[in-house]
């Protein structure tokens, strides 16, 4: 049974940084590329970041570029989002999702799909 879990959010003041993570299991990581989302009240379910299996090609929202890092560890069947200055505006759900088909995830097409985590960042 494959299982994702996210856990690393949080509340933290604007300008502040947090770090995602998010581990699977029931599945042989280093085959899935692995992404996070997010979701707002009121809106739209938008993609943040997605990572390719071997860690070669990376994907960022316009929004957290040059703010936000992705990485994985494939040891330990992690994958981490960085996430550095943050703003009000980043307030959200985060979902960590795994596809073995990068394009697909970075559509935001997964067939597996984490709980997800609570980020809130104050102003």
């Known amino acids: 049974q494959v299982q994702v879990v996210e856990s690393g959010g949080g509340l933290v003041q604007a300008g502040g940084s947090l770090r995602l993570s998010c581990t699977a299991s029931?599945?042989?990581?280093?085959?899935?590329?692995m992404g996070w989302f997010r979701q707002a009240p009121g809106k739209e379910r938008e993609g943040v970041s997605c990572i390719s299996r071997s860690g070669y090609h990376t994907y960022y929202a316009d929004s957290v570029k040059g703010r936000f890092t992705i990485s994985r560890d494939n040891a330990k069947n992690t994958v981490y989002l960085q996430m550095n200055s943050l703003k009000p505006e980043d307030t959200a759900m985060y979902y960590c999702a795994a596809d073995t088909n990068y394009y697909s995830l970075v559509a935001g097409i997964s067939n597996y799909w984490g709980q997800g985590t609570q980020v809130t960042v104050s102003s």
């Open positions: 029931g599945l042989t990581f280093d085959d899935y590329a």
